[in-house]
């Protein structure tokens, strides 16, 4: 990964990075209050060596004191040092224990010994450390005297003596927050990524790209009121939502530039991912670029087609299938444009056997010679065949991934069932995009706030676009012939010589 990987992953994981951050912050605040204070007390000893003061003597002692010094410091921590303050001073603890609370150091190529001691009590410190200094003063006087008598060559002398400190050494309230910020953010940009690694959802583009090379037709931001409003004629017509699905009308139309794929099917690979609202705004938006539209509901299992624009879903797809009734009584008209829903009907035993029957077949040539375009609603790749079924019946697929939701391994199954069948791919559209962050999808700059008059005139259209039906027996109105079924055999062979020429289509 470079640096724009990560810096991706720090801004789709900032909470959990600031949420860390904060945590341990919070923990290193805690734990420093509830901290006891400790003071610590220093005293320094100098070691001298008693000679007669010639130049070569005082090489000598010089040289005999820094190789001394360190056997010195390391004489501190012992009992033979610590054991006579402990006495001196009542101390109730042992001499180990004491010498876990005295820090000895010294300084390199000097002959002075650093003691600091650490207690709760300040006053106590300056006495132990001002205690021990003087008990290695008589120590060192000890062993270091001759055995046939005399004084010791060596002297220790206190140059600076221990004073009662003022403030605490410990805790260090700036360190302890330093360090838990710093622990926090470390942990928090590790979490991050071990998160992302980990997490095989298809979050946007880039993610997209790990999985398939197939065009990105267009990507529709998540919007709240759609669970409640989900038609494209329900929200404001500048709004970022609305504008997303015109950039995805036209991004399909340079996708079949050819023209060849006059039907074009819509599904995921999984239920939930928006495919039954995203076929019925496509159709909607292409109904509104002037276009004779027919909208098929093929989720011949969930079907929501009829749910969401307020039709009658009883008659329908199935029932043109098996013949019961003519395709003009089974077409509704809908809204303002010249756009026509074919409901799912009753919902049969078969599903997959219907949609890949040679009526279904039929059915859409006959469709496709008399609108400008048709769009199916087809259930989902995976959990059901019907969707790679019947997408051997159309010109082109277009596969909804509902962002943050679908997996790259059910994305790589669902378009690998649609390649196994030879189906032609047209694209790919991301769904439930976040509005705001890297894998935002937008059209906020070019998205205006309409007027209260606007609204009112726009919420009265939905309306009147939900209520409005092709009234019974008039579909010869609006196109020139009817569907003519050959009885003298059977309903496979619907003849596609009679069709609906897209000139004679005309709303009364």
């Excluded at 060596?154 to 700036?174: E, F, G, H, Y």
Aim: net charge negative.
């Amino acid at each position: 990964m470079d640096l724009r990987d990560y810096l991706r992953i720090v801004r789709h994981n900032w909470i959990l990075i600031v949420a860390t951050t904060l945590g341990c912050l919070l923990i290193s605040g805690v734990v420093t209050v509830l901290s006891k204070p400790t003071y610590s007390a220093d005293t320094q000893l100098f070691v001298a060596i008693q000679n007669s003061g010639s130049v070569q003597e005082l090489q000598q002692g010089n040289t005999f004191s820094q190789a001394r010094v360190q056997s010195y410091a390391k004489t501190v921590g012992s009992p033979i040092v610590l054991q006579p303050v402990i006495d001196s001073l009542g101390l109730h603890e042992t001499s180990d224990e004491l010498a876990r609370r005295v820090t000895t150091s010294t300084d390199l190529n000097t002959v002075i010994i650093n003691i600091s001691v650490t207690d709760t009590s300040p006053a106590q410190a300056a006495a132990i450390a001002q205690a021990v200094s003087g008990s290695l003063i008589k120590t060192v006087d000890t062993l270091e005297k001759p055995k046939t008598g005399g004084a010791s060559p060596v002297s220790l002398s206190i140059i600076k003596p221990a004073t009662a400190p003022v403030t605490p050494s410990a805790p260090n309230t700036r360190l302890n927050l330093l360090i838990g910020f710093l622990l926090g953010l470390v942990l928090g940009v590790a979490a991050a990524v071990l998160r992302t690694v980990l997490d095989n959802r298809v979050r946007g583009e880039l993610d997209l790209r790990r999985v398939t090379d197939a065009p990105l037709l267009g990507g529709i931001s998540f919007d709240q009121d759609a669970v409640k409003k989900p038609l494209l004629t329900q929200t404001e017509a500048q709004s970022p939502r609305a504008e997303s699905f015109r950039q995805f009308r036209t991004n399909l139309q340079f996708a079949n530039v050819s023209g060849q794929a006059k039907t074009v099917l819509i599904t995921s690979s999984l239920p939930g991912e928006g495919k039954s609202t995203t076929a019925t705004n496509l159709a909607i938006a292409l109904a509104q670029a002037g276009q004779t539209v027919c909208l098929i509901d093929a989720d011949l299992r969930r079907p929501m087609v009829s749910e969401y624009l307020g039709l009658d879903g009883n008659a329908g797809l199935t029932t043109a299938l098996i013949g019961t009734a003519d395709i003009n009584d089974l077409l509704q008209a809908w809204g303002e444009e010249s756009l026509f829903v074919l409901t799912s009907g009753q919902i049969p035993p078969n599903p997959s056997e219907l949609l890949g029957s040679v009526e279904m077949k039929q059915l859409i040539l006959r469709l496709e010679e008399a609108f400008d375009h048709v769009v199916i609603d087809a259930p989902p790749l995976l959990p059901v065949t019907d969707a790679a079924v019947l997408s051997q019946h159309v010109g082109g697929v277009v596969v909804v991934v509902g962002s943050q939701k679908l997996r790259h391994n059910d994305l790589q199954k669902a378009l690998s069932s649609l390649e196994m069948v030879g189906s032609n791919v047209l694209g790919v559209v991301l769904n439930r995009l976040p509005a705001k962050g890297p894998d935002a999808y937008t059209y906020g700059y070019y998205s205006q706030k309409e007027s209260p008059a606007l609204k009112a005139t726009v919420g009265a259209a939905s309306e009147n676009q939900r209520s409005r039906r092709l009234p019974d027996n008039s579909f010869d109105g609006f196109i020139d012939q009817e569907f003519e079924y050959d009885k003298a055999e059977s309903p496979e062979s619907m003849r596609p010589a009679t069709v609906f020429p897209n000139d004679r289509v005309q709303r009364r």
